[in-house]
């Protein structure tokens, strides 16, 4: 039980182009989802929480604007990446809560981004 | 301001040996729990180990131990018999009850488990 799945897994775009990543829950309601950047050999950083029918908390520096979240439904939140530049290009990671949990987080598998 | 330490860059260690991963945090919050994630090559996220901080008994899950010292803020995890698919990126977080289920990460430790 538990698992959260992300698509896409990689994806790869020009710059300029938005890209959505999804972020589901397969077999459990979150009400809160949570997402992050990660650089080759360094930690997770994370950008915002979504919580289910309201908007985005974003954390200090990260730009609301230019990543949209979405969190639309008990089972899924999505993350775009608008007008993608190279600097974007990363790994990112969505986890959710285990409701009514509030303190074990399960991570997706993660996307891959390339830009371009 | 809640911080996570974990001070050791890299470590390897023999197969079936133990070794010991160091973690520090700082936070003034009574109500905290504290983890250990494993992220192999394939980067999923995987949780090893939870520890409640209200509670004295240290977490064990298998081969995995926490040596919780409160008073000192300090979060170990020891790894007994160690395999070749332990190698892997290890990451010591923190998380204070009721602030919204957010996780801070320590820097992590490149775990390899040498044959």
């Known amino acids: 039980g538990a698992v959260v799945s992300q698509h896409p897994s990689w994806v790869i775009c020009k710059s300029g182009t938005s890209v959505k990543i999804e972020c589901r829950s397969l077999?459990?309601?979150?009400?809160?989802m949570f997402w992050y950047r990660q650089f080759p050999k360094q930690s997770l950083m994370l950008m915002a929480t979504?919580?289910?029918?309201?908007?985005?908390?974003?954390e200090q520096g990260v730009e609301k604007d230019k990543f949209l979240i979405n969190h639309a439904s008990l089972t899924l939140s999505t993350l775009t990446v608008t007008s993608a530049h190279p600097e974007d290009s990363s790994f990112y990671i969505c986890?959710?809560?285990?409701?009514?949990?509030?303190?074990?987080?399960?991570f997706g598998p993660g996307t891959r981004l390339t830009v371009l | 301001a809640q911080t996570v330490t974990q001070s050791q860059p890299e470590m390897s260690v023999q197969e079936a040996e133990t070794v010991t991963l160091s973690c520090t945090y700082d936070?003034?919050?009574?109500?905290?729990?504290l983890f250990w994630y494993k992220q192999p090559p394939s980067r999923q996220m995987i949780l090893v180990i939870r520890?409640?901080?209200?509670?004295?008994q240290n977490a064990t899950e298998n081969r995995f131990s926490v040596n919780f010292q409160k008073a000192a803020k300090s979060f170990s995890l020891k790894i007994s018999d160690s395999q070749l698919g332990d190698t892997a990126m290890y990451f010591c977080?923190?998380?204070?009850?009721?602030?919204?289920?957010?996780?801070?990460f320590g820097q992590g430790t490149e775990l390899s488990v040498k044959p």
């Open positions: 986890s959710a809560l285990l409701a009514p949990s509030t303190d074990t987080q399960y």
């Open positions: 077999d459990f309601q979150a009400t809160t």
């Open positions: 979504s919580n289910e029918g309201s908007k985005a908390t974003y």
């Open positions: 936070t003034s919050e009574n109500n905290y729990y």
């Open positions: 520890q409640e901080a209200y509670k004295q």
């Open positions: 977080a923190s998380l204070i009850y009721n602030q919204g289920g957010k996780l801070i």
